[in-house]
């Protein structure tokens, strides 16, 4: 599947002179769909100093033209969004509809960015007399390592590469070996639209000596993760040593709170289409609901329903519209979460278990359950799968206190028709994103990320430039 890619070094595809190989695996039918190099530590420093010459010119390149390049970028990637979204869905299962628009969701990053390279504004500041001027002008970080996970294999890398391009830097990226075609596919049509070689390389290979390679690399200078907390916590102890700017995007476990004034069977239909998303892959997921109890058994109801309205499948083939899981260990840990709150007292609405017509890939039932409670492990662990545990509430400060019980603080969300009751919730939950009455979050022009142990710094929006971007203050005494 990946004849045409292999670590990009410099400008240049090629195979790892070591020969070895990591293979990927097909979710929905359990066979190898492809391989990739296992990059040693020749490669990573000739990528890193690829990176390195590269910057010292790319960051110098006419804004506008930068802005140019950035937005061919996004336009290749729109002509090849079937193409490469097929190999996406093959890569993960989720269905072809889910894989393209993925890719469209790529595009808009670039072409975001390709406006924003044009707008890093800096800052002037009076002197306190005439012969005083100050100002502040912010410059390209440098040389940046990025890490990608494989849930949004090429929305994730796209956040990533797009805006350090747009800052000036350039950027060593690492994409998830359970997917990485569509970040090689987007290296390449960086290329294609003329972004200058080196500026952008990608290795792939072993995570762990990876991460530990470049994080520690002198020539790095900015760290960028999306991935889960403890491996972000990892990251942070190397990239310490190191004194590095780092931003991260890391696990999460999203509340929402269905209030008594909302219209709990609309509220229910609205969070299922995007809990069951991607097969509950999200990180900004819902994955924990608290329902007014004057509103939970339509609430549940709905959701059961729509639950089992879903047709569960390959998504590179037929109509599914939710695919496998991704790997066997994924699948393990949720079928352990159901079965843990069960035995705690959860009732199953729909699913809980592995489906009977499919003896191969990592397949569950879409699952609901009810009356779920708050010790279940489910409600403390990110379940990351087709589950959506659900539990009641009766007071507005209780409702919070569960809500924000947890060290994470990615995403929220809250239902409610009363202007007070959602303006007070949204401000009183814990999470750098909040959706009221909405469950989208995430586009080129929103600041996506989170606070407490969900990470730190923004992608997207005017806020993710920053992120790749160093404040330099400048003062002069006229003579």
Avoid at 48 to 76: M, Y
Avoid at 191 to 209: E, H, M, P, R
Avoid at 267 to 277: D, E, H, I, L, Y
Avoid at 309 to 318: D, F, P
Wanted: proline share 4%.
């Amino acid at each position: 599947m990946y004849k045409n890619y292999g670590l990009l070094i410099d400008g240049v595809w090629a195979q790892s002179a070591s020969g070895e190989t990591l293979d990927v695996i097909s979710p929905a039918t359990e066979q190898v769909i492809g391989q990739l190099p296992k990059a040693n530590q020749a490669e990573v420093d000739a990528a890193l100093n690829s990176a390195q010459a590269a910057f010292k010119i790319w960051r110098h390149e006419n804004p506008w033209v930068r802005s140019q390049k950035l937005r061919k970028a996004g336009d290749l990637l729109r002509e090849r969004a079937q193409e490469i979204g097929l190999m996406m869905s093959h890569e993960t299962g989720k269905p072809l509809a889910e894989s393209v628009a993925e890719m469209n969701a790529a595009a808009d990053q670039f072409e975001w960015y390709s406006g924003e390279t044009m707008r890093i504004y800096g800052q002037t500041i009076e002197g306190r007399d005439q012969n005083t001027r100050m100002k502040v002008i912010y410059q390209p970080v440098g040389v940046v390592a990025a890490f990608s996970a494989w849930n949004f294999p090429a929305l994730l890398p796209a956040r990533k590469i797009a805006a350090a391009l747009a800052a000036g830097c350039s950027i060593v990226i690492k994409p998830a070996s359970e997917a990485p075609g569509s970040c090689l596919a987007i290296a390449q049509a960086c290329l294609d639209a003329g972004v200058d070689k080196g500026a952008v390389n990608v290795l792939t290979g072993q995570s762990s000596f990876l991460s530990e390679a470049l994080v520690k690399s002198d020539i790095t200078k900015k760290v960028s993760l999306t991935g889960s907390t403890n491996v972000g916590k990892l990251l942070l102890h190397m990239a310490a040593d190191g004194i590095k700017k780092v931003s991260m995007e890391l696990g999460g476990h999203a509340p929402v709170v269905v209030f008594a004034d909302a219209d709990g069977a609309e509220a229910a239909k609205t969070v299922a289409a995007s809990k069951f998303r991607n097969c509950g892959q999200v990180c900004v997921s819902p994955t924990r609901f608290y329902v007014h109890e004057s509103q939970y058994d339509a609430f549940t109801k709905a959701f059961a329903d729509y639950a089992n309205s879903l047709v569960l499948g390959n998504g590179a083939e037929g109509e599914a519209n939710i695919g496998p899981m991704v790997n066997k260990r994924g699948l393990e840990s949720a079928l352990s979460l159901i079965e843990d709150a069960v035995s705690k007292g959860a009732r199953v609405l729909a699913g809980g278990k592995r489906p009977a017509d499919k003896d191969t890939g990592f397949y569950l039932e879409p699952t609901v359950l009810a009356d779920v409670p708050d010790d279940a492990r489910i409600m403390t662990e990110e379940p990351f799968a087709p589950i959506a545990p659900i539990t009641k509430f009766s007071d507005y400060d209780e409702v919070m206190e569960r809500a924000n019980g947890l060290p994470y603080g990615l995403a929220a969300y809250l239902f409610s028709d009363d202007l007070s009751t959602s303006t007070r919730a949204a401000e009183d939950l814990e999470a750098g994103m909040v959706g009221v009455n909405e469950v989208l979050l995430a586009s080129a022009e929103m600041p996506f990320g989170g606070v407490k142990e969900s990470g730190f710094g923004r992608e997207g929006g005017s806020l993710g430039i920053l992120e790749y971007l160093e404040a330099k203050f400048i003062k002069t005494k006229l003579k």
